[in-house]
């Protein structure tokens, strides 16, 4: 009876489109549309319920962690609707899970609304590019539209370290290895000092989460491969400064010099729900490490990469809070999305009034030019 429910469950997920599924004692299953939580209309949930739930979906190994640690996370495949990335944990003394749904079909550049750059970057032998974003922004959907364009489109062999796998590549033009944390190597460092072995060209590291996989994706990137991961960073000015603060202090020096050579861009991003109802929009800020933003790396005035971003549309540069704009003036989201994802939500509400009273400024000249024009025929 649970794995049948959870069929259900996980059946419901998908055909709504949801991007999560919440199980907690107490309540009904919670979607997750569009960003939103919506309650199913089923029963609510005692203990047992969440534990039946959870043995319909976990692996004896993770069953045990979850003993163990409180905690674990996994992946599975749910026939060819999708496959969804787990997290169980014991909260209370009861069990919750979070499960989060990956799509089968890997977007397009032009679907997710990538800078065009993106393609000519992927194409690059070696260097550093981050997606950076909060949780649950679209950073592995992106990176693996990237990988996926790789794959399509040059001979490389692509090897990734993930936890969980989330999307699945198959063999195309490229050679994919994907290495699970905790399944196939113990951990994301350990996968890093032996990956240079084996020969790759494309390195995709989940989560850069320390100082030790930091330096390792760096040393890889300054080896001549090309290096993808992930920062849970909201700017490209702070994933730098986050990156270089994680280090002592008699080593920034040098990290951001290593840097300056071998980071080649920063892609942070955020989604947005639609103003019109279902569905959401991804709001970028990009940045390619020119000469002189790499000048500004080393010389540590990353507080002026902003500026450098500004002057760099001509390669598609361009900051979070301007995309917002642009997508609040299109009238694709609603003003409080514009102001909760930005960065300087005071300057865009500044922006916004601004607009709003040069707009009535034309409005009050265009009905006294109207006035002035049929005033004559009132007074004869």
């Known amino acids: 009876m649970a794995t049948l429910n959870m069929d259900r469950l996980l059946h419901a997920c998908v055909s709504q489109g949801a991007s999560d599924l919440h199980i907690v004692t107490n309540k009904p299953p919670i979607l997750r549309i569009d960003g939103r939580l919506r309650p199913l209309e089923t029963k609510v949930l005692g203990p047992d319920d969440t534990v039946a739930l959870m043995k319909s979906v976990t692996p004896e190994r993770n069953q045990q962690e979850l003993q163990e640690e409180g905690g674990t996370d996994f992946g599975f495949a749910f026939g060819d609707e999708g496959r969804f ?38 194409r690059r032998p070696r260097g550093l590019f981050l997606v950076t974003g909060p949780t649950g922004c679209g950073k592995t959907t992106t990176l693996a539209c990237m990988l996926n364009y790789i794959n399509e489109n040059l001979d490389r062999h692509i090897v990734t370290v993930e936890d969980p796998i989330e999307y699945y590549h198959n063999h195309k033009k490229s050679i994919v290895n994907q290495r699970e944390v905790g399944v196939d190597v113990p951990s994301f460092s350990e996968a890093l000092r032996r990956v240079l072995r084996q020969d790759p060209d494309v ?48 080593q920034q020096e040098q ?35 020119t000469p002189a933003i790499a000048n500004l790396i080393r010389e540590n005035k990353t507080y002026r990469i902003d500026s450098s971003i500004q002057t760099g549309k001509r390669l598609g540069m361009q900051l979070l809070d301007d995309h917002l704009f642009q997508l609040y003036e299109s009238g694709k989201i609603i003003l ?43 007074r004869t």
């Open 85 to 122: 990335r787990v997290a169980v944990f014991k909260q209370k003394g009861n069990v919750s899970i979070v499960l989060r749904l990956i799509p089968t079909k890997i977007m397009t550049f032009e679907e997710i609304g990538l800078p065009k750059i993106c393609s000519a970057l992927c």
């Open 203 to 250: 390195i995709l590291v989940g989560e850069l989460r320390d100082l030790e996989t930091i330096e390792a994706a760096i040393r890889a990137a300054e080896t001549g491969h090309l290096v993808f991961s992930t920062v849970h960073t909201t700017s490209a000015s702070g994933t730098i400064t986050r990156m270089i603060d994680v280090f002592p202090p008699d």
């Open 336 to 378: 409080e999305e514009m102001l909760d994802k930005a960065q300087q939500p005071g300057a865009l509400q500044d922006k916004v009034t601004e607009r709003m009273s040069r707009l009535k400024g034309v409005k009050a000249k265009v009905a006294a030019k109207e006035a002035k024009d049929i005033g004559p025929i009132f």
């Open 255 to 289: 990290i951001r010099v290593q840097l300056s050579s071998n980071l080649m861009a920063v892609l942070s991003q955020a989604l947005c729900p639609l103003a019109a109802g279902r569905g959401r929009v991804a709001a970028y800020e990009f940045m390619v490490v």
